[in-house]
């Protein structure tokens, strides 16, 4: 297998353990999928701040063991947000997947990746945005359907970024404070720390939460956000517990937290299609949550 010609899957959220399987690595980000047409083998590359991941490694080394799958950390650091501290990860399954050391070794002999420091602003969307070949065929597939028409109502209360392995995708206009924040991600880690083995509640919770630290990032300089705030405010929870069920108090008492996380984002974000989004995970995780026995 030549290390070099990996390709992008476009089978990311179905195939990548980090997203809403219930094979989740723990402390995931920026995920994305690689594939080698030869072998017909997936390579997972996760790309977590480095923090977060630390603060994480015993639990990502269990679930590794236990899943079957091999983590390598090569020495190339990677391609998400290396400059603000994000590290790459190579993940694969020890028995079905691609084998690591020579994509390391290919990595490892990469020259650094190119940045552009100074830069803080927001990057434009690139045009015109790549639309793989399965989309098109998707889309010519369709085209003869009645369409919906979309709804605009809220959606000039809201800005379009790119999200790297994604492509573009829409916040609330304005921002936050810094401390509403942090009071957000206090209460979804205080749900989170108890829900691993709640797999409808644990995905959902990290899916917003990863989301929620992408919108800190663009309201936020870097000397306004250091990158040890950004880190502290979504991840580096602690005291992670593996029950298999929590009591009715307890179950009501993560509930209005969630529900507390809903009345601050509506205090400080306008209405709009990305919050109204945001606010239906919210609903969904506790719905899951509520039905956990």
């Not at 639990?59 to 790459?88: C, H, Q, T």
């Not at 307890?250 to 299609?273: F, M, N, T, W």
Request: proline share 7%.
């Amino acid at each position: 297998m030549d290390a070099t010609k990996l390709c992008p899957s476009q089978g990311y959220s179905r195939a990548f353990p980090g997203g809403e399987s219930s094979n989740t690595i723990p402390g995931h980000d920026h995920g994305s999928v690689w594939y080698d047409r030869n072998t017909r083998r997936y390579l997972f590359v996760d790309e977590p701040y480095e923090a977060a991941a630390e603060g994480r490694k015993l639990e990502r080394e269990a679930w590794a063991k236990e899943s079957n799958f091999v983590i390598v950390k090569p020495e190339w650091i990677g391609m998400y947000n290396p400059d603000g501290g994000s590290r790459l990860y190579l993940v694969a399954d020890k028995t079905k997947g691609i084998p690591l050391s020579p994509v390391a070794a290919a990595l490892n002999n990469l020259p650094a990746p190119i940045i552009e420091s100074t830069w803080n602003g927001e990057s434009e969307p690139m045009k015109p945005f790549f639309v793989s070949p399965g989309t098109v065929a998707k889309a010519a597939a369709v085209k003869d359907k009645p369409q919906t028409p979309h709804k605009l109502n809220g959606q000039r209360n809201s800005i379009e970024y790119v999200q790297t392995f994604v492509g573009p995708q829409r916040r609330p206009v304005g921002w936050m404070p810094i401390e509403a924040h942090a009071e957000v991600g206090r209460l979804l880690k205080s749900v989170l720390v108890v829900v691993y083995n709640r797999k409808g509640v644990y995905n959902r919770i990290n899916a917003i939460r990863s989301e929620l630290d992408e919108w800190a990032q663009r309201e936020y300089s870097n000397d306004e956000l250091s990158l040890e705030q950004l880190n502290k405010l979504y991840y580096q929870e602690s005291g992670t517990t593996f029950l298999r069920s929590i009591t009715e108090s307890e179950r009501k008492r993560h509930a209005e937290s969630l529900a507390q996380v809903k009345i601050i984002l509506g205090e400080h974000y306008p209405d709009c299609p990305p919050l109204r989004t945001l606010f239906k995970k919210v609903d969904a995780t506790v719905k899951s949550l509520t039905s956990w026995t």
